[in-house]
């Protein structure tokens, strides 16, 4: 079965680092758009990232754009996100979901997430 | 960016209720449209993609509607378990971006 699980967060100072981790299995990784999800406690869902399958594009959110950075392994399975410049505005549960071949497809499978404070 | 806007925010049901919800996005997005059910503590599921096709697994008393702009998810009758927030979201175009969300509770 597909399994996503992220792993990483924690609590930081503003303008700290954290590099979130989220491993893929149950399915083929390399065939896979990948993407960041991030919520606010309390508030509602805000895209955050994508990766294409073979890592050859990515594009990012205004919100996080030259802060953050989205990569992948598919050697290892594994998504990544680095989080450079914290905000406390950057306090959220990140997850990561699973799309398609394609870039423009829905998001099928969720991991659990991992939340990330942003505090000093 | 597309501005998702969904309508109402909230509400309250009964169970065996029929309830709809609306999306509108802010330009078109064609049928690159999926709907996502959200749990306390939870993360969000895939309901429906493509505007209206039913995700694998998910009950037949869920459906969805709509393309260009104007969109609807019914539940047809709802059940215990679908209380819960839901979210509509384009990926026609990035930055891909979700409604704020309809939390249906109960009455």
């Known amino acids: 079965q597909v399994q996503l699980v992220e792993s990483g967060g924690g609590v930081v100072q503003p303008g700290g680092s954290l590099r979130l981790s989220c491993a893929a299995s149950g399915f083929s990784f390399r065939s896979c758009a990948m993407h960041w999800v991030r919520q606010a406690p309390g508030k509602g869902l805000e895209w955050v990232a994508i990766?294409?399958?073979?890592?050859?594009?990515?594009y990012h959110a205004d919100s996080v754009e030259g802060r953050f950075t989205i990569s992948r392994d598919n050697s290892q399975n594994t998504l990544y996100l680095q989080m450079n410049s914290l905000r406390p505005e950057d306090t959220a549960v990140y997850y990561c979901a699973k799309g398609g071949r394609l870039s423009n497809t829905a998001f099928d499978f969720w991991g659990q997430g991992t939340m990330v404070t942003v505090s000093s | 960016a597309i501005r998702m806007t969904q309508s109402p925010s909230s509400f309250s049901a009964s169970t065996g209720d029929r309830v709809t919800i609306s999306c509108r996005a802010s330009?078109?997005?064609?049928?690159?449209l999926a709907w996502y059910q959200q749990k306390p503590g939870k993360a969000p599921n895939l309901l429906i993609y493509a505007a209206s096709t039913l995700q694998s697994g998910v009950p037949s008393r869920f459906s969805g509607s709509g393309s260009g702009t104007d969109f609807t998810l019914t539940i047809s009758c709802l059940q215990s378990e679908d209380f819960a927030t839901y979210y509509c979201?384009?990926?026609?175009?990035?930055?891909?971006?979700f409604g704020p969300g309809t939390k249906v509770d109960v009455k």
């Open positions: 979201q384009q990926y026609y175009s990035y930055p891909f971006t």
């Open positions: 990766v294409s399958y073979d890592a050859a594009n990515e």
């Open positions: 330009q078109g997005v064609s049928s690159y």
